[in-house]
């Protein structure tokens, strides 16, 4: 049986309009490449996981013509596929010479990390075979290496939770369409080992200590007293101005790019002075040039 209203002739479907912005989210086995599909679903995205690299181009062409509009896209890719995982540069350089720029966000971990994450949920690592758990992390490594060096944004999820993850996320994909530049800058201590997310690296080692100072070693460099004599220390100003200049033409260059996101750790030996008081005043700096910035403090308080 027909009812009336559909056999009227149908009225042709307008397509959406051609969608905006791709993002592929990869990374590591257990680093929270769910959990970053999820924050974009939840940001309005359409997202796809586990999405053959190949059909990339399909079901961009297919969101262009459905009559809702999908602007933003998000396709989760990793080693399930990886016998398709080829086809992903190729697949992303058609986008590009279509005009639909795309982004890369690659989710990281330590290997002791994920070690004891896929430990926890007693389940095996997708490429360990008949190996261990570290086998198949190694093998995966090497098969996301030259993805990771082409990624716009590294996010390493070691010492991050859920809702720290979901913070970052939010900040870089909730706002507008502009290219909007955001800056996390991080304090750490060299001796818990470099943030492997960071884009750049500054070294505060060659300023004295404040840990040597009696009635300086139990604050850290969010008390006056410890910024003040970080700042007063031969070098110290000149690295912040000079280096004040260099990140100007760093997040000019990133902004010609397209890119959104900017992590810049600043160490010392414990992460709880030296880089802490630098780290203040190079995100002040930053968000005086005009770029919305984050700081964190690695290190600080875990000795």
């Known amino acids: 049986m027909v009812s009336a209203a559909s056999s009227a002739k149908e009225p042709e479907q307008q397509p959406g309009g051609e969608p905006s912005e791709l993002v592929v989210i990869s990374g590591m086995s257990g680093a929270g490449r769910s959990t970053a599909a999820k924050v974009l679903e939840d940001l309005g995205w359409f997202v796809v996981d ?57 989710l990281e971990s330590a290997d002791d990390v994920l070690v004891r994450r896929f430990e926890n949920v007693r389940r095996p690592h997708p490429l360990q075979g008949d190996g261990r758990i570290t086998d198949g992390i190694a093998r995966e490594r090497e098969l996301l290496r030259g993805l990771r060096g082409e990624a716009d944004l590294v996010l390493d999820t070691s010492s991050r939770n859920v809702h720290e993850l979901r913070a970052v996320l939010e900040s870089v994909f909730a706002g507008s369409a502009e290219v909007e530049l955001r800056a996390t800058v991080m304090s750490f201590g060299y001796k818990y080992g470099l943030p492997v997310d960071a884009d750049l690296v500054v070294d505060c080692r060659f300023l004295p200590n404040p840990h040597w100072i009696p009635q300086l070693r139990a604050r850290t460099g969010l008390d006056q007293e410890v910024s003040e004599y970080v700042l007063a220390q031969p070098g110290a100003k000149d690295l912040l101005e000079s280096y004040g200049e260099v990140l100007r033409t760093i997040t000019a260059g990133y902004r010609r790019e397209g890119k959104r996101y900017l992590t810049l750790a600043v160490g010392c030996t414990g992460g709880k002075h030296r880089s802490v008081a630098m780290a203040e005043q190079i995100a002040a700096r930053l968000v005086d040039d005009g770029v919305d910035t984050t700081v964190v403090h690695r290190d600080m308080g875990r000795e």
Do not use: C
């Open 50 to 106: 586990n999405l053959p690299p190949s059909l990339i181009p399909t079901m961009v062409d297919l969101a262009a013509r459905t009559q809702d509009s999908v602007p933003r896209i998000a396709v989760v890719v990793d080693v399930r596929g990886r016998s398709f995982f080829e086809h992903l540069h190729e697949a992303l350089e058609q986008m590009d010479s279509g005009g639909l720029r795309h982004r890369i966000v690659f």
